[in-house]
């Protein structure tokens, strides 16, 4: 069985960091494109980064612009999201997922496969 999974989350107060990890289970991510995307209470799940197999990074959602960088180690077979800055509005469940294909699309990724996610909470 092939699984994605995210790890790294948890709750930070405003203006804090965090990074995500996305790593696979049962395959290698390096021919794969991956993208982060998150789903707040009561939204719709959205794109927030993609990055393609060879390195090339998509469209960043317009919120985390200059906030978050997403990166990838193939030898370590890994993709993150680094998170700065964060905001309350920032509080959600982050996915990795993949359509199985190589690069980025214009705009955001349409996954069709997803990790379980993991829980990212902004508070004071």
């Known amino acids: 069985q092939v699984h994605l999974v995210e790890s790294g989350g948890g709750l930070v107060h405003p203006g804090g960091s965090l990074t995500l990890s996305c790593t696979p289970s049962?395959?290698?991510?390096?021919?794969?494109?991956i993208g982060w995307f998150r789903q707040a209470p009561g939204k719709e799940r959205e794109g927030v980064a993609c990055?393609?197999?060879?390195?090339?990074?998509?469209d960043y959602a317009d919120d985390v612009k200059g906030r978050f960088t997403i990166s990838r180690d193939n030898s370590k077979n890994t993709v993150y999201l680094q998170m700065n800055n964060l905001k309350p509005e920032d509080t959600a469940v982050y996915y990795c997922?993949?359509?199985?294909?190589?690069?980025?699309?214009?705009?955001?990724?349409?996954?069709?496969?997803w990790g379980e996610g993991t829980q990212v909470t902004v508070s004071s």
């Open positions: 997922g993949t359509d199985w294909g190589n690069t980025c699309p214009p705009g955001h990724l349409s996954a069709n496969f």
């Open positions: 049962g395959f290698t991510l390096d021919y794969y494109v």
């Open positions: 990055i393609g197999f060879r390195g090339g990074v998509g």
